[in-house]
């Protein structure tokens, strides 16, 4: 069954697969990666039983140091950089229409945001040098880096309270929570490395300052690829910098409507002496979907990853006292997008689950 599993994390690579075929075959196919992903992933997690067993303790250690998991993770940077090169060589040597654009794009987005920024979070936890700088080359194809910062240090300090950006609040929709995490995420991230500077006695002002090397980094980076395209075309190639922003803004959009479903209504009691209780597995939605755990190296078990942020994704346990999503991400995603469906569906949920697991807890 481990086996099994192993290969499952594989999965992810149909993504790719699927948007280079598909934009080859042409037609309807240029659609399949759409196709597959808010309808196939869906109906087969609906269709195959969900995945609520866990690692045996005994096992944990010797599978949470297993180098495959790692591998796997490092392998999809290459994956990714590849795939994004070659959307801007198709977008710099062929005239595409309009559909044509807007099916290439989203598709892009779908692998560097949907998988590329669900790998970068999970190396993005990691210690090692490596790791992190994978994180952020993920990141910088994204435009999102100061992510790093602002989930590490900010999203999973105040996940869960009035203070953090990506938690959405009850009744709260997709697009105003997009709105406010976008902007208080990013100025949050300054916030933060402002002090973490301050601490250090570094001037603001420095190459030092992470912020301003992220900021800087995504620009560095299409500017280079822009120039040598346009030298090898001898021409302008601006759509190539036009793909790069708007794959960018729908990708790290797809990471916030995640944030929103993730941590819905979710809240943390303020104790006495004006601190929140500590983080534990009931303050975060959990999916147990067994196909799109595969996909998303089991980002959906964010309960245990929140309560154990150390945790690597292949050893995440399932939790039944977890508040529960109905479907895995790629199914709720599209009801965030609808809010009266999410409302009508998600409230009542909420509330019934609070009503269980609180009074429960007193009696």
């Not at 309807?28 to 866990?54: C, E, G, Q, Y």
């Not at 999102?144 to 929709?173: C, Q, W």
Request: charged letters at 20%.
């Amino acid at each position: 069954m481990r086996f099994i599993k192993k290969i499952g994390f594989f999965s992810a690579l149909i993504l790719p697969f699927l948007l280079v075929s598909g934009y080859y075959l042409g037609g309807i196919n240029r659609w399949l990666i759409h196709i597959f992903v808010f309808i196939a992933v869906p109906l087969m997690d609906f269709i195959i039983s969900t995945d609520t067993s866990n690692i045996p303790k005994e096992a944990v250690s010797q599978v949470a140091k297993e180098r495959f998991y790692k591998l796997v993770t490092f392998f999809w940077v290459y994956i990714q950089l590849a795939i994004l090169f070659w959307g801007f060589y198709v977008v710099a040597t062929e005239t595409l229409s309009a559909w044509e654009w807007v099916s290439l794009t989203t598709g892009m987005a779908l692998i560097t945001g949907g998988i590329g920024i669900t790998v970068a979070h999970e190396l993005g936890h990691k210690k090692g040098k490596l790791e992190q700088f994978y994180a952020k080359i993920l990141l910088m194809t994204v435009c999102y880096m100061h992510f790093v910062i602002e989930h590490n240090r900010g999203h999973h300090v105040k996940v869960a309270t009035p203070e953090d950006p990506a938690t959405s609040r009850l009744g709260e929709n997709f697009y105003a929570f997009w709105l406010r995490s976008v902007r208080d995420g990013y100025k949050s991230a300054w916030k933060l490395e402002r002090e973490k500077l301050e601490r250090k006695s570094i001037p603001f002002f420095s190459f030092k300052n992470e912020m301003i090397q992220f900021s800087l980094a995504p620009i560095i980076f299409i500017g280079v690829i822009f120039i040598g395209f346009s030298l090898a075309l001898d021409r302008w190639v601006w759509e190539v910098p036009v793909f790069f922003f708007m794959q960018s803004f729908l990708a790290f959009s797809l990471l916030e409507a995640v944030n929103y479903l993730e941590h819905y209504g979710m809240e943390r009691k303020l104790l006495a002496d004006g601190r929140y209780e500590r983080v534990t597995p009931i303050h975060s939605w959990n999916a147990s979907h067994r196909v799109s755990n595969f996909l998303l190296f089991q980002l959906q078990r964010h309960s245990d990853h929140h309560a154990f942020a150390h945790k690597p994704y292949q050893v995440l346990n399932h939790y039944d006292e977890s508040p529960q999503l109905p479907a895995g991400y790629s199914a709720m995603i599209i009801l965030a997008f609808f809010p009266p469906v999410w409302f009508s569906i998600m409230n009542p949920r909420l509330e019934q689950w609070k009503e269980k697991t609180f009074q429960g807890s007193v009696q």
